[in-house]
C-alpha cells in the first residue's frame, strides 16, 4: 500500500512506513513528490540538498546497465561470413606509362569451395570473368584466365556423375593493362558463381582495387 506524502514543515515529526524503514513524504518544486531514504531526516535546508544528492547518485548507477545493453545485444550476432572467392594481391603496381603491361592478379578459393572456370563445360553454368568499367587514363587490355581443373559432381544413383571445369584454392589471372602518365585507381571486379559438393551460391562480384602509378 503506498503511503501518502506529508507536507515539508512536518516532515520532522511525522513518518510513515514504507518496506522495513520509516521515510518521510518531501514536497519537491512544483506538485511532485520525492521519498527520503533511510529515517526521517529534518526539514533543513542542508538536509534537503542531501537528499537530492542521493537521488541524484541513484540514477547515475542506472546508467552503465542500461548502457550495457545495447552492447551486449550487437555481440550477440554472428559475425558476417567471409566471401567464397578473396582477392589477395597486388594492391599498387608501377609500370612504364603508355606501354602493355602484364599484371598477375592472385585470388583464392575459401576451402571446401569451387567455382566455375572462366570456360565452363555448359552454356548454363556461370563462368568466372573479370571487368573494368571505363575509366580516364587506362584500360584493361587483355585478360588471360589460367584452364579449370576437372571436378566431378556426382549428383544421385540413377544420374550420370558430371565433369565439371572449376578453380579450387588460388588461382591467378594475368592481365594486361595501359596507363596514361600518373596514379590511377584501378576499380575492376570479379563475377564468380561458387559451389560447395552439394550446393550452390548466387552469384557473386567481389572489388578487385589497384594503385596503379605509371611513369
Known amino acids: 500500500m503506498q503511503a501518502s506524502p506529508i507536507p515539508i514543515q512536518n516532515a520532522d515529526k511525522r513518518c510513515f512506513k514504507v518496506g522495513r524503514g520509516f521515510i518521510p513524504g518531501i514536497k519537491t518544486m512544483g506538485s511532485s513528490w520525492a521519498l527520503a531514504p533511510e529515517a526521517c531526516f529534518s526539514s533543513t535546508l542542508a538536509q534537503i540538498q542531501a537528499l537530492f544528492l542521493i537521488c541524484f547518485a541513484s540514477s547515475l548507477a542506472i546508467l552503465p546497465l542500461s548502457a550495457q545493453a545495447p552492447f551486449s545485444s550487437l555481440q550477440s550476432h554472428p559475425a558476417a561470413k567471409p566471401a567464397a572467392v578473396a582477392y589477395l594481391f597486388p594492391e599498387q603496381i608501377s609500370i612504364a606509362a603508355d606501354k602493355p603491361t602484364p599484371v598477375d592478379l592472385h585470388f583464392k578459393v575459401a576451402a571446401g569451395l569451387h567455382v566455375n572456370s572462366h570456360t565452363p563445360r555448359s552454356e548454363e553454368l556461370i563462368p568466372t570473368t573479370l571487368k573494368l568499367p571505363e575509366t580516364p587514363g587506362i584500360r584493361l587490355t587483355k585478360t588471360d584466365f589460367p584452364p579449370g581443373t ?27 593493362l595501359v596507363a596514361a602518365k600518373g596514379e590511377h585507381l584501378v576499380q575492376a571486379t570479379l563475377r564468380y558463381q561458387a559451389c560447395s559438393s552439394d550446393t550452390c551460391m548466387p552469384p557473386h562480384s567481389i572489388p578487385v582495387a589497384i594503385d596503379v602509378i605509371a611513369k
Open 150 to 176: 576437372d571436378f566431378t559432381l556426382a549428383i544421385g544413383s540413377d544420374t550420370p556423375a558430371e565433369k565439371l571445369s572449376v578453380y579450387t584454392g588460388e588461382f591467378i589471372v594475368h592481365a594486361e
